[in-house]
């Protein structure tokens, strides 16, 4: 072209937009649903155990279904940690053995889930 004045060695078209090679952007997307699934069971498991500690601090109804439920769910999520503190009172017991638990779970659920985007 006349008149076109280009720096040595110059290159004037525009820049191609990177793509992701399909196999990379499927295993990103592997990978995000991964560390949500992960993120999403260990909230639930922090609230069953959160929901169990309010029902016994509260004096929940104990005959009623949903109570039992959640009772029995964070009894069996529970596992090592029930006995760890003894005070005197029962709902403190709970309070403390049943956070604890939760704290545990809640900790250990973002470092997986940190993990697992970190290896993506």
């Known amino acids: 072209m006349?008149?076109?004045?280009?720096?040595?060695?110059?290159?004037?078209?525009?820049?191609r937009a990177r793509r992701i090679p399909?196999?990379?952007a499927a295993r990103r997307r592997a990978v995000g649903?991964?560390?949500?699934?992960?993120?999403?069971v260990t909230t639930l498991v922090v609230t069953i155990l959160a929901v169990h500690i309010v029902f016994v601090a509260f004096e929940a109804?104990?005959?009623?279904d949903?109570?039992?439920w959640f009772?029995?769910?964070?009894?069996?999520?529970?596992w090592q940690f029930k006995?760890?503190?003894?005070?005197?009172?029962?709902?403190?017991?709970?309070?403390?053995?049943?956070?604890?638990?939760?704290?545990?779970?809640?900790?250990?659920?973002?470092?997986?889930v940190g993990l697992v985007r970190r290896l993506g």
Request: proline letters at 6%.
């Open 61 to 64: 109804n104990t005959a009623n």
């Open 33 to 40: 649903l991964l560390a949500a699934a992960v993120s999403i």
């Open 66 to 68: 949903l109570v039992r």
């Open 22 to 24: 399909a196999a990379a």
């Open 71 to 78: 009772g029995d769910r964070a009894t069996d999520l529970c």
């Open 83 to 112: 006995d760890v503190f003894q005070p005197d009172n029962p709902k403190v017991e709970v309070a403390v053995n049943y956070g604890l638990a939760a704290l545990v779970y809640l900790v250990v659920g973002r470092i997986l």
């Open 2 to 15: 006349a008149g076109t004045q280009t720096e040595p060695g110059g290159d004037h078209r525009a820049p």
